[in-house]
């Protein structure tokens, strides 16, 4: 089993910046492609950004492409998403996710989740 803990979520004007971590532990050896989903308020769970194991392949939304920057540090066992220009549109709860065998951005293809960091955007 992996356990995934998010950090860094928080209230943050338009056009501002936030970085997200998601730490992985126990058999963090089988979390191959992580990733970061997000849930808004009466919407259904959507895609932002996907990294494999090596970081040679990446994914992004298009809502996000050029702003989100997703990273991982194996080392650490922790994956980052860095959100830069901020819009309220980004506000949602943040979720990582890992144990994908590929860049995908469909969720039942992950296996292990977090329990979720609130972003809020003002505007």
């Known amino acids: 089993q992996v356990q995934l803990v998010e950090s860094g979520g928080g209230l943050v004007q338009a056009g501002g910046s936030l970085r997200l971590s998601c730490a992985a532990s126990?058999?963090?050896?089988?979390?191959?492609?992580m990733g970061w989903f997000r849930q808004a308020p009466g919407k259904e769970r959507e895609f932002v950004a996907a990294?494999?194991?090596?970081?040679?392949?990446?994914g992004y939304a298009d809502s996000v492409k050029g702003r989100f920057t997703i990273s991982r540090d194996n080392a650490k066992n922790t994956v980052y998403l860095q959100m830069n220009s901020l819009k309220p549109e980004d506000t949602a709860v943040y979720y990582c996710?890992?144990?994908?065998?590929?860049?995908?951005?469909?969720?039942?293809?992950?296996?292990?989740w977090g329990q979720g960091t609130q972003v809020t955007v003002s505007s």
């Open positions: 126990g058999r963090t050896s089988t979390t191959a492609t």
């Open positions: 990294v494999s194991w090596s970081g040679s392949n990446i």
């Open positions: 996710a890992a144990g994908a065998a590929a860049v995908v951005r469909t969720e039942k293809y992950y296996i292990y």
